[in-house]
Nanobody
Framework: QVQLVESGGGLVQPGGSLRLSCAAS????????MGWYRQFPGTERELVAS???????RYADAVWGRFTISRDNAKSTVYLQMNNLKPEDTAVYYC??????????WGQGTQVTVSS
């Protein structure tokens, strides 16, 4: 079992920045894909960004050039730096870790609200 604990959400004005963190309760191998989804009210979760082994980050088109995913393998922690935030980025953000043989673990979700 792996528990993922997220932090860093909140209220920010358009154009502002936030940094989300997601720490695993135990060591997660660097080869395990980790990343972030987000969910808008009444919709399914959508992938925002993912990373494996600290390389080859992938992003949704909507966040390309504004969000940066990174990973500290020693701490089994993944980060999402969000810059130039827009009102349409308002959502609940969930981190995940896809462990082979175990399935996908999810964090509890953190609210990000972009509003003036």
């Amino acid at each position: 079992q792996v528990q993922l604990v997220e932090s860093g959400g909140g209220l920010v004005q358009p154009g502002g920045s936030l940094r989300l963190s997601c720490a695993a309760s135990r060591r997660v191998d660097s080869s395990v894909p980790m990343g972030w989804y987000r969910q808008f009210p009444g919709t399914e979760r959508e992938l925002v960004a993912s990373i494996r082994s600290g390389r080859d980050p992938r992003y949704a088109d909507a966040v390309w050039g504004r969000f940066t995913i990174s990973r500290d393998n020693a701490k089994s922690t993944v980060y999402l730096q969000m810059n130039n935030l827009k009102p349409e980025d308002t959502a609940v953000y969930y981190c995940y870790a896809k462990v082979a043989g175990d399935g996908t673990y999810w964090g509890q979700g953190t609210q990000v609200t972009v509003s003036s």
